[in-house]
């Protein structure tokens, strides 16, 4: 129904910076939602930051400061700017996106990305 389509994951030394962006296809009427979440190894995946349809935001606590979300809803598109990246950083990154779609509601997930930050 909805497709999730990440980029920009990749290896980068603490410090610096990695931008991840994710498109939505499919047959979608609207998304109320998108962001982003991540996993690393041996832990539960967790929240980074989300951004609805009007644009506000929210961040983990671990990130504030540090990332900043924003969204293109002619492009149904979602951005995560990420800088003063820090080791504790690395983690596969996944994005989400609530959407009306022809059948109700639908909850899509990417596929993830690896963002590893090196010290």
């Known amino acids: 129904q909805v497709q999730l389509v990440e980029s920009g994951g990749g290896l980068v030394q603490a410090g610096g910076s990695l931008r991840l962006s994710c498109a939505a296809s499919?047959?979608?009427?609207?998304?109320?939602?998108m962001g982003w979440y991540r996993q690393a190894p041996g832990k539960q995946r967790e929240l980074v930051a989300v951004?609805?349809?009007?644009?506000?935001?929210n961040y983990a606590d671990s990130v504030k400061g540090r990332f900043t979300i924003a969204r293109d809803n002619a492009k149904n598109t979602v951005y995560v700017q990420m800088n003063s990246l820090r080791p504790e950083d690395t983690a596969v990154y996944y994005c989400?996106?609530?959407?009306?779609?022809?059948?109700?509601?639908?909850?899509?997930w990417g596929q993830g990305t690896q963002v590893t930050v090196s010290s």
């Open positions: 989400n996106a609530l959407t009306r779609v022809p059948t109700g509601q639908y909850n899509a």
């Open positions: 499919g047959t979608i009427f609207s998304i109320y939602v």
């Open positions: 951004i609805t349809s009007g644009g506000t935001t």
